[in-house]
């Protein structure tokens, strides 16, 4: 039985990945620093570690006599745009200690496959229309936030471990996430949580306020097609970091107006000022396709399984605030 090490097993993605490789029937030990908010966690073994501490880092992977067959690093102190441009700092020490104790310690402690979750944050800003960016044109480098630079610095980190020490690193670029057991509310957020979250609480005609104007476009991905696309690229020959993504570019309106179709609510927008982020994103997915990948969820499918689950958190606090 083939044994992995999910570091992040308590947060969002992590913790679906998970559930995923226990279906494929590997042996998993998650590590995170807290438990997961929302459900059990399907890992064989949990250990709480705050792996900022090298030492933690080696104790996360140490399984005795043999080693893990695979590492999953998506351990990071992280959130949604609200949370980046408010705790830069926070970001950079904590993500870089993360990254380069845990990097360290898997290559020295000899494990043979090493995944790292990067983003599409690494990239530069892009213009309405733009030609779709591949990988390659990550540089010259000019991301829009300092978790651009984080993530884009620990990417070279995990490269230069590889090199070194004869590690295989997978590393993926993803765009924004969202589904089920995600953080909803708390200031962490993601966009389609944040907008799922007001939807549900607004009356049917009522409104909501939008940061921005509404016309960023973004592209989201539903979690079973992100881990789905981890796994796949994990297993691939693929040296090389890659993007996953799904191919259908929406503005912030259109996701809002997703969100109330799902609802079946007409909910007004109100535009205010806020932390946007990048105007525009178009990537290649063509390397991560190489890999026999393709996503299985619109927005509207995807959102279909988020906003009942959301739904009922909302239902869940109100019901705990009225007691
Ligand atoms: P998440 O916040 O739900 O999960 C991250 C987990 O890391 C949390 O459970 C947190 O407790 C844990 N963690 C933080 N500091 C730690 C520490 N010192 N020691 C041990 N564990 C610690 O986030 P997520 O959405 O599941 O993201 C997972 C990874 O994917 C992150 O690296 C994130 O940057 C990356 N990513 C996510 C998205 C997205 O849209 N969700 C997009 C691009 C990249």
Redo the contacts with the bound molecule.
């Keep these: 039985m083939k044994r992995a090490v999910v570091?992040?097993a308590?947060?969002?993605?992590?913790g679906h990945l998970v559930k995923r490789l226990k279906r494929e029937g590997f042996w998993v030990r998650g590590?995170?620093?807290?438990t997961h908010e929302f459900c059990k966690s399907f890992a064989d073994e949990f250990l709480l570690?705050?792996?900022?501490i090298p030492g933690n880092c080696v104790s996360a992977l140490d399984l005795g006599q043999e080693q893990p067959d695979e590492v999953y690093q998506?351990?990071?102190?992280?959130?949604g745009m609200g949370f980046i441009h408010s705790a830069e700092c926070e970001i950079m020490h904590?993500n870089v200690l993360?990254n380069i104790h845990m990097t360290d310690a898997a290559a020295r402690g000899g494990v043979p496959r090493y995944f790292y979750?990067?983003?599409?944050?690494i990239y530069r800003d892009m213009k309405f229309g733009e030609p779709e960016m591949v990988e390659e044109q990550a540089y010259p480098a000019m991301p829009d936030n300092e978790y651009g630079w984080e993530?884009l610095y620990s990417e070279r980190v995990a490269y230069a471990f590889a090199r070194k020490y004869g590690m295989k690193v997978r590393i993926a670029r993803?765009?924004?996430?969202y589904g089920p057991e995600?953080?909803w509310t708390g200031g962490?957020e993601?966009a389609p949580a944040a907008i799922c979250r007001k939807v549900a609480e607004a009356q049917d005609g009522g409104t909501i306020d939008v940061w921005g104007d509404g016309t960023a476009v973004r592209s989201y991905i539903y979690v079973d097609d992100l881990v789905d696309g981890i796994y796949r690229l994990m297993h691939s020959d693929l040296e090389s970091p890659a993007n996953i993504g799904l191919p259908q570019y929406v503005s912030v309106t259109d996701l809002v107006n997703t969100v109330a179709d799902v609802a079946g609510k007409r909910i007004g927008i109100r535009y205010v000022d806020g932390p946007v982020g990048v105007q525009s994103r178009n990537f290649s997915n063509e390397k991560i396709y190489s890999t026999g990948w393709e996503p299985k969820f619109m927005l509207k499918d995807g959102i279909s399984r988020t906003y009942p689950w959301i739904e009922k958190q909302v239902q869940k606090s109100r019901e705990q605030s009225a007691e």
């Design positions: 570091c992040g308590g947060g969002f993605i992590g590590v995170d620093i807290k570690l705050d792996l900022r998506l351990a990071a102190d992280m959130g904590n993360i979750s990067s983003s599409v944050c993530k993803f765009q924004n996430c995600g953080t962490r993601k």
